[in-house]
């Protein structure tokens, strides 16, 4: 685990968490907001980052796969997500006051793809791989066939 | 180059607990899977698995946005897309992007 990230997205936490404290009074609060988008943005990308490196060592075989480590990576995307959902709040306050929000449609690109990572749980694709390695599985025309006739549905 | 979407057990059970529009859009976007992975997937970042691809697409229905993501591996055989999950969440309060 990098420490270095791990400090990057407590960082964005402690910025949310003064963000919400101040009162909203002036532009220069706006500003902050902005940056704490752009700072979820780049933690993200260097996130990203990362664990296509690890990804890449595991394949090389330099590095040995350890749950653990997968875990933590995981946690670090669900906190980042976290905050994501707090900055998006103090984003539309912004623009209930009538501001422009710089960054907006990027940073919301990337909450977007967050909330795709961070939706899936570890131990159920092991078991949804396990389950595909088994045969427990079928073709999606025979599965639309299926659910069609249910009278269930 | 189009392949054929097999659905593991889980992603079976992922569709069959949508409300039935959000299933139907969803089984309509696997065709469309299908017919080109690499134009509509990009790889995951999901830390434990590599190679894996992440599928991820959206529906307003019933005052809702439905966020869905479907995680999927190419087959060896390069003719069939192994789809082990269809996560999906629901939000009701979305913050929308600026028309660009």
Redesign the interface.
């Given at each position: 685990m990098s420490i270095v990230l791990k400090n990057q997205v407590d960082s964005t936490e402690r910025s949310a968490n003064e963000l919400e404290r101040l009162t909203f009074d002036h532009a220069a609060i706006c500003r902050d907001v902005e940056a704490l988008m752009l700072q979820i943005v780049d933690v993200f990308a260097e996130?990203?980052a990362y664990?296509?490196r690890?990804?890449a060592d595991?394949?090389k075989g330099v590095t040995a796969?350890l749950?653990d480590?997968?875990r933590e990576?995981?946690d670090l995307?669900i906190r980042l997500e976290k905050t994501a959902v707090r900055a998006?709040l103090l984003?539309?306050t912004m623009e209930r006051w009538g501001f422009v929000v710089a960054g907006?449609?990027r940073f919301?690109?990337v909450w977007?793809?967050l909330?795709?990572?961070t939706?899936?749980?570890?131990d159920?694709?092991?078991?949804?791989?396990k389950?595909?390695a088994e045969g427990?599985?079928?073709?999606?025309g025979e599965?639309?066939n299926e659910?069609s006739s249910d009278p269930g549905? | 180059m189009s392949y054929r979407a097999i659905l593991g057990a889980n992603a079976q059970n992922d569709i069959r607990r949508m409300p039935a529009a959000v299933a139907q859009y969803t089984m309509v976007q696997l065709r469309n899977l299908e017919l080109d992975p690499a134009l509509l997937s990009t790889r995951s970042h999901f830390p434990f698995r590599a190679k894996c691809q992440i599928f991820s697409f959206d529906l307003d229905h019933q005052g809702q946005r439905f966020f869905i993501n479907a995680l999927f591996q190419y087959h060896a055989n390069e003719e069939e897309l192994l789809i082990s999950d269809i996560p999906w969440q629901a939000a009701s309060d979305w913050w929308e992007p600026d028309a660009e």
């Amino acid at each position: 685990m990098s420490i270095v990230l791990k400090n990057q997205v407590d960082s964005t936490e402690r910025s949310a968490n003064e963000l919400e404290r101040l009162t909203f009074d002036h532009a220069a609060i706006c500003r902050d907001v902005e940056a704490l988008m752009l700072q979820i943005v780049d933690v993200f990308a260097e996130l990203n980052a990362y664990v296509e490196r690890w990804q890449a060592d595991i394949e090389k075989g330099v590095t040995a796969y350890l749950d653990d480590a997968a875990r933590e990576l995981l946690d670090l995307y669900i906190r980042l997500e976290k905050t994501a959902v707090r900055a998006s709040l103090l984003g539309r306050t912004m623009e209930r006051w009538g501001f422009v929000v710089a960054g907006k449609n990027r940073f919301i690109n990337v909450w977007r793809t967050l909330k795709g990572i961070t939706c899936f749980s570890l131990d159920r694709v092991a078991e949804s791989f396990k389950q595909i390695a088994e045969g427990n599985a079928k073709p999606l025309g025979e599965f639309m066939n299926e659910l069609s006739s249910d009278p269930g549905r | 180059m189009s392949y054929r979407a097999i659905l593991g057990a889980n992603a079976q059970n992922d569709i069959r607990r949508m409300p039935a529009a959000v299933a139907q859009y969803t089984m309509v976007q696997l065709r469309n899977l299908e017919l080109d992975p690499a134009l509509l997937s990009t790889r995951s970042h999901f830390p434990f698995r590599a190679k894996c691809q992440i599928f991820s697409f959206d529906l307003d229905h019933q005052g809702q946005r439905f966020f869905i993501n479907a995680l999927f591996q190419y087959h060896a055989n390069e003719e069939e897309l192994l789809i082990s999950d269809i996560p999906w969440q629901a939000a009701s309060d979305w913050w929308e992007p600026d028309a660009e």
